[in-house]
């Protein structure tokens, strides 16, 4: 009889080499966590969700730097940006809910972009594991960037527009989490590699860089105008 190798050894998907491994050798962290240990992913989708409302937060401050705040900032926002514990309040309590919309939206969508990469009949609550812990990759240092701002700054709003350098570096993550998610789901479903390629890599990739291009046009036109004002 043909020997079979020993299995892999399973960890923690939170312990400190296994995020190591999800950053640097995604391949490797999705053979060897067992994403559905104990009650870990809870805290994966939950500090999702509040990355998830950190990102809505930020959103909403570009939109009113552009001229075009979105209905009931205006009440809102100093609300929430007035001082750390509002600021903290919002995001861990409007976290949870976000967390859920990931975890059932999020996560079918995701089920549904594997499907169509050629895995029918994969097991959809591995599918919404793989989404969420492969969104660390962005969640984990955009809340770490808002923990070391709150230590540095009166609130976010001065956070915001301080323009450090490591805020700026974090607009790199959302794409180092598609290349992420794409060795999640090719390490974890029989999926066909030419699907996956465009449905987990080119067009989450288009996204980004559309979206990106937007929000600097919109700057650039908008930094234009403020000079000639000033003219």
């Not at 500090?47 to 570009?62: C, F, I, P, R």
């Not at 009113?64 to 940006?81: C, E, M, S, Y």
């Not at 599918?127 to 770490?144: D, K, N, T």
Request: charged share 15%.
């Amino acid at each position: 009889m043909t020997e079979l190798p020993p299995p892999l050894p399973t960890r923690s998907p939170l312990s400190w080499s296994a995020l190591r491994d999800l950053a640097f050798r995604p391949t490797t962290y999705f053979q060897t966590v067992t994403l559905n240990r104990g009650k870990y992913w809870l805290g994966a989708v939950w500090l999702l969700g509040v990355a998830s409302t950190l990102g809505q937060v930020e959103k909403n401050l570009m939109r009113a730097d552009l001229g075009q705040p979105r209905a009931g900032w205006d009440a809102l926002g100093p609300i929430v940006l007035g001082s750390w514990g509002s600021f903290w309040a919002f995001l861990i309590g409007v976290g949870v809910v976000a967390a859920a919309m990931h975890w059932y939206i999020g996560g079918w969508w995701y089920n549904l972009r594997i499907r169509w990469a050629g895995a029918p009949a994969h097991d959809a609550r591995t599918g919404r594991l793989v989404f969420v812990f492969a969104r660390l990759v962005v969640a984990v240092p955009s809340v770490a960037y808002a923990v070391i701002a709150t230590a540095l700054y009166e609130d976010y709003l001065a956070a915001w527009q301080a323009e450090e350098l490591w805020s700026t570096v974090l607009l790199l993550f959302p794409f180092w989490s598609v290349v992420v998610s794409y060795r999640g789901v090719r390490a974890s479903f029989p999926v066909k590699v030419g699907r996956a390629r465009v449905w987990f890599l080119l067009l989450p990739f288009a996204v980004y860089v559309f979206a990106y291009g937007v929000i600097g046009l919109a700057y650039t036109l908008l930094t234009d105008s403020a000079i000639g004002v000033a003219a």
